[in-house]
C-alpha cells in the first residue's frame, strides 16, 4: 500500500476525488438523497430488520461528515498488519454503533443531545477544507513527481471538476432545462476524466529531489557494501514525498539537532532512498527487509553485526536508543 502514489495518474484522480469530497461538503452539489430515501424506507420496519437497517442508513448518511477522519484511519488499516486492519475496522463499527447503544441503555441521554439546526450545515461545510486541504498536498506531491506539467494538468482536471460540480449543483436545484445542465456537468466531467489520463509520467525513475536533508546522501547498493565492508555504521532511511508519516518521521526525529550529532559522533553515514518515483533498488531493498512500502528504517551497526529494523512511528528517544548514543 502506498506503491501506487508513484503513478502520478493515480495522484491526479486521488487529488480530484477529495476535491469532489470538498465540493459536496461545502454544499456545491448534493450526493445520497436516493440512498437515504431507499434507506428510510428499510428503516422503517419492525423489529429487528429495522434496527439493522437503522445502523445502516446511519453509517451511510455520517459517511461525508466522518470522511474527513475515517479516510487517515482507513489509509492506516490498510497499511497495517491484518490483526491492526482488524482492529481498525471494529474500532470503527464499535464507534458508529456506540451512540445507539447508550441511547437505547441510558434514554435520559437524549435530552442532551444537540438539536438539529444550522449549526449542521456549517459543521459539514467546515470538514470540507482538510479535503481540499489533501487535495493541495497531492497537488505538491505531483511537482515532485512530474515537475510543472503535472501541476498544471491536475490544476486543469480541479477546475473541470469544479465546473462539473457547479453544473450539477444547479440542476439539482431546480433550474429550467435540468437535462442541459446535467449534461454539461457530465461533459466536464468526462474531460477531466481524460486529464487525469494524460497526467504527464515521471521523466524515468529514481529519487526525486524533493525531500533532500542535509547530511544524508542518496542510497546505493554499492556504497552500502563498501561501508558495511569497511565496518562502518550506516542509517537507512526509505521515505517518499506522498508519505505523510515518513515526512512527519523525519521532521520529529530524524532532523533534530540530538539525532544529527549522534551520527557526527558516531560517525555513522545517513543514507536515504527516495521511492517518491518508482525505483527497482528500493523496491528490492524494502522486499529484503520484509516491506511492500515506506516508510522503512533500517540501522547497521558497525563491524558487520545484523541490522536491525526500527518502527514505522519514529521519535528522537527512538533512534537514539537504537544507534546506541
Not at 283 to 296: K, N
Request: with cysteine; proline share 7%; hydrophobic share 55%.
Amino acid at each position: 500500500w502506498g506503491f501506487q502514489f508513484q503513478s502520478p495518474v493515480f495522484v491526479t484522480a486521488m487529488a480530484g476525488l477529495l476535491f469532489v469530497i470538498g465540493l459536496n461538503l461545502s454544499g456545491v452539489f448534493g450526493f445520497g438523497s436516493g440512498f437515504a430515501s431507499a434507506g428510510d424506507a428499510l428503516a422503517s420496519r419492525p423489529g429487528l430488520s429495522g434496527s439493522f437497517f437503522t445502523g445502516a442508513l446511519a453509517v451511510v448518511v455520517a459517511t461525508p461528515c466522518t470522511a474527513p477522519f475515517m479516510g487517515g484511519a482507513l489509509a492506516f488499516a490498510l497499511a497495517a498488519p491484518a490483526a491492526q486492519t482488524v482492529a481498525v475496522f471494529v474500532a470503527m463499527g464499535v464507534g458508529l454503533a456506540l451512540p445507539y447503544a447508550l441511547l437505547a441503555f441510558v434514554p435520559g441521554l437524549a435530552r442532551r443531545m444537540p438539536r438539529p439546526g444550522p449549526w449542521m450545515d456549517r459543521l459539514k461545510q467546515a470538514l470540507a477544507f482538510p479535503m481540499y486541504a489533501a487535495a493541495a498536498w497531492l497537488v505538491w506531491v505531483l511537482s515532485q513527481q512530474s515537475g510543472a506539467d503535472g501541476v498544471l494538468m491536475a490544476l486543469v482536471v480541479l477546475l473541470l471538476l469544479a465546473l462539473a460540480g457547479w453544473l450539477l449543483g444547479v440542476a439539482q436545484g431546480g433550474a429550467s432545462s435540468a437535462g442541459a445542465w446535467r449534461t454539461g456537468a457530465l461533459l466536464a466531467a468526462l474531460l477531466a476524466t481524460v486529464g487525469i489520463a494524460r497526467a504527464p509520467e515521471p521523466a524515468g525513475t529514481g529519487p526525486s529531489a524533493g525531500i533532500a536533508v542535509a547530511g544524508s546522501e542518496p542510497y546505493a547498493p554499492a556504497r552500502l557494501s563498501e561501508l558495511r565492508a569497511a565496518g562502518r555504521p550506516v542509517f537507512i532511511n526509505m521515505t517518499a514525498a506522498w508519505c505523510v508519516t515518513c515526512l512527519m518521521n523525519e521532521k520529529v526525529a530524524l532532523s533534530t539537532t540530538g539525532v544529527q550529532q549522534a551520527f557526527a559522533t558516531r560517525g555513522i553515514t545517513y543514507m536515504k532512498g527516495d521511492w517518491t518515483r518508482s525505483d527497482p533498488l528500493i523496491t528490492d531493498f524494502l522486499r529484503q527487509h520484509g516491506r511492500d512500502g515506506v516508510p522503512l528504517y533500517v540501522y547497521f551497526p558497525p563491524d558487520g553485526a545484523p541490522p536491525a529494523v526500527l518502527p514505522q512511528i519514529l521519535t528522537e528517544q527512538i533512534v537514539l536508543d537504537r544507534i546506541g548514543s
